[in-house]
């Protein structure tokens, strides 16, 4: 909707075109009080320093007789002496104790209220004054403008000032015009500038309450903003202690898992390496940063359920009963229950569980086979076997990579998943220096 058409729906419906809501309504009223209480004050020293010029002509008019004949020219000098006067008295009474006027806002409304209704009727008078004279309604332009300009004021409030003036002048004019030609120029004429007087006060007054409306819209957002990263903040403080936590409970699950592995001097640095030839794999394969993260995880902490497991269970050098031997293969379950505490875990309990599970369905502790074994376990468990054949145990000493490539093709298909042993094997050709290299 455009201005004009928003302002006819203000004057013919009543509706406003800019509406401050009510709980910054009074800050928009102090605000717009001390504006035109600022701008009233710079005018009336304005105002004084002409009326005083203006008084030093009207005394050369004396000296020079027209006041004798022309009583009009008295007339002016008593509307100029005021326009000292009442300026004067009103900055004097505004002073007197300059702390209250920013606190309170009633001695700048009035002041601001008392200088416009000053203004606009001085300014009348001395234009029906100066009807008489010269017939000329010049200062009522002036007057009238000036207030419209310098101040912004409500619709209602500017309304009011300008019917005022508008009838005070139309009556005036009346009186002193004889010439009914000129008297119907000076009624169309001022009702138009009036008219046109009151739609500037209302574009000024509405252009201020988009401007305030505006700045008070930046505000809230710049609140909001600031709401924002200060949450933003807290939430980046507790992500870093939750990290900082989760850091620590995974340093001390992976060094539990070292430390379990320290104990036997045929498993120390198994879970390590196995993490080396696992990562290998992964980046032949090219998977994805969060897969190798997994893999690495679950490497470590793949046989951790054997902190449960009887030493001598595990350091047995002879064959182990059918008893020992169950006892041994729940150590995958054990493994997966202890890291389920651990929220960094969450997604290697899979990994963990089903290590042990072979592709023909024959494995533990679950029997899944083929592509129901999680991949990544499938992967772990070709890493897991090729480091136990290449190290050493009370029972046997360690093979060699050939013997592996040998077993592995043997058991593909049954034990290890084909695609796997193929590409582990083709790992072994392109990079077989750089594999024998692990640490024991």
């Known amino acids: 909707m455009s201005l004009k058409n928003k302002l006819f729906s203000f004057i013919l419906m009543g ?169 119907r120029g000076h009624y169309a004429n001022g009702t138009i500038l009036v008219v046109v007087a009151w739609f500037l006060s209302l574009i000024l007054y509405y252009a201020k309450v988009k401007d305030f409306l505006s700045k008070k819209m930046i505000e809230h957002q710049k609140g909001e903003l600031e709401s924002a990263n200060q949450l933003l903040r807290a939430t980046n403080h507790k992500l870093q202690e939750s990290l900082s936590a989760l850091d620590e409970s995974q340093n001390i699950i992976f060094t539990l898992a070292l430390a379990l592995e320290s104990k036997d001097p045929y498993t120390h640095g198994h879970s390590e390496r196995v993490s080396k030839y696992a990562l290998e794999i992964a980046r032949h394969l090219n998977l994805s940063e969060s897969d190798q993260i997994k893999i690495y995880q679950a490497s470590i902490l793949h046989d951790i359920g054997k902190i449960g497991i009887p030493d001598s269970i595990l350091k047995s050098s002879s064959t182990l009963t059918i008893e020992e031997w169950s006892v041994m293969k729940s150590h995958p379950e054990r493994g997966e229950a202890i890291c389920s505490k651990l929220n960094f875990a969450k997604d290697i309990l899979p990994i963990i569980r089903h290590h042990h599970e072979r592709y023909d369905g024959e494995g533990y502790p679950d029997g899944l086979r083929g592509e129901h074994i999680p991949f990544l376990a499938r992967l772990i468990s070709i890493a897991d076997t090729v480091d136990a054949m290449t190290s050493s145990r009370p029972y046997r000493s360690a093979g060699t990579f050939e013997q592996v490539l040998e077993e592995l093709q043997r058991c593909a298909g049954t034990q290890f998943d084909p695609f796997l042993v193929q590409t582990f094997i083709s790992l072994f050709s392109t990079k077989k220096n750089n594999l024998l290299v692990q640490e024991r």
């Open 15 to 183: 509706h406003t075109p800019g509406k401050i809501p009510d709980n910054i309504q009074d800050e928009f009223n102090h605000e717009l009080i001390n504006m035109n209480f600022y701008r009233s004050k710079n005018i009336s020293l304005v105002t004084i320093f002409l009326s005083v010029i203006l008084i030093f002509i009207d005394i050369i008019f004396r000296q020079e007789g027209l006041w004798a004949s022309s009583p009009g020219y008295k007339y002016l000098f008593y509307t100029h002496v005021s326009m000292v006067i009442v300026p004067v008295i009103l900055v004097v009474l505004i002073n007197i104790d300059k702390k209250s006027h920013f606190k309170h806002t009633r001695k700048p409304l009035f002041f601001v209220m008392a200088f416009a209704y000053f203004i606009t009727l001085n300014s009348t008078f001395t234009a029906i004054i100066d009807q008489r004279i010269h017939g000329e309604i010049t200062v009522f332009v002036i007057g009238v403008y000036l207030i419209a300009v310098m101040n912004h004021f409500k619709p209602l409030t500017s309304l009011g000032i300008y019917l005022i003036n508008y009838l005070i002048f139309i009556i005036g004019i009346t009186i002193v015009q004889e010439n009914p030609a000129i008297l």
